[in-house]
């Protein structure tokens, strides 16, 4: 079993606050990303990183910002909530080389602005 | 083209029943092609992969298999539980990409 946390589960907060999700792993696995869930389940990639000091935005365009300052730990931080960011958020990670690209995901966390 | 396109969106089928999901993908540079399972308020897991060398993989109650002239590939599930009832998510990625394509998900419930 995957050891990938994620903090908070659940999230309920008021437009204009600035929100961080936390990520952590402690597999030691270079590769993070953050996916975004549709209640219609679809899941979209909005942030990935190779490793420290790397990141990159992902398929789905998001106001959301990402650091990797630790190998272990993947922030994501939202400026200014809004309510169209209302969404369940999903940290995943991957090992490099081996496993070719089995990713392991979080529980997620489920963010409610209003 | 990097989409994966999955159906059903959605399956009921009664115990014991073998719920089949396909994918179809469109960029033959892919050759990793895992399933993955999600139980609500949980993450995915890895259910079971399969790599363009071979047509049929299986573990346990899953197989996947795999048409790579049709570039398709698909989900069987022998014996279905009600425990099996959960969303499916089927995804391609390139050898050495970084990244995998998710397919939009079925949700599968088996009727006890």
């Known amino acids: 079993e995957a050891d990938i946390y994620q903090t908070p589960r659940y999230l309920v907060i008021g437009t204009g606050k600035k929100i961080t999700l936390e990520c952590s792993q402690t597999?030691?696995?270079?590769?993070m990303y953050w996916y975004q869930q549709d209640p219609g389940m679809e899941l979209h990639l909005i942030h990935y990183?190779?490793?420290?000091?790397?990141?990159e935005k992902g398929d789905l365009s998001s106001e959301s910002t990402v650091s990797r300052i630790r190998t272990e730990h993947f922030p994501l931080t939202l400026e200014s909530a809004r309510p169209s960011h209302t969404s369940q958020y999903l940290c995943?990670?991957?090992?490099?080389?081996?496993?070719?690209?089995?990713?392991?995901f979080g529980p997620g966390t489920r963010l409610t602005v209003l | 083209q990097q989409q994966v396109k999955q159906s059903p969106q959605s399956l009921i089928v009664q115990k014991g029943g073998i719920p089949i999901i396909n994918c179809a993908y469109e960029?033959?540079?892919?050759?990793?092609f895992p399933w993955y399972q999600q139980f609500p308020g949980k993450g995915p897991a890895l259910l079971i992969a399969?790599?363009?060398?071979?047509s049929e993989k299986k573990e346990g109650r899953f197989t996947i298999s795999f048409n790579k002239s049709a570039k398709q590939f698909s989900l069987h599930i022998m014996d279905s539980q009600p425990g099996d009832s959960a969303t499916y998510f089927c995804?391609?990625?390139?050898?050495?990409?970084?990244?995998?394509?998710f397919g939009a998900g079925t949700i599968l419930r088996v009727k006890s």
């Open positions: 995943a990670s991957s090992p490099r080389g081996q496993s070719k690209n089995t990713q392991y």
């Open positions: 597999m030691g696995h270079d590769k």
């Open positions: 990183s190779y490793g420290v000091n790397s990141t």
């Open positions: 960029n033959t540079a892919f050759d990793y």
């Open positions: 399969i790599r363009p060398d071979v």
């Open positions: 995804a391609a990625s390139m050898e050495y990409g970084n990244k995998l394509v």
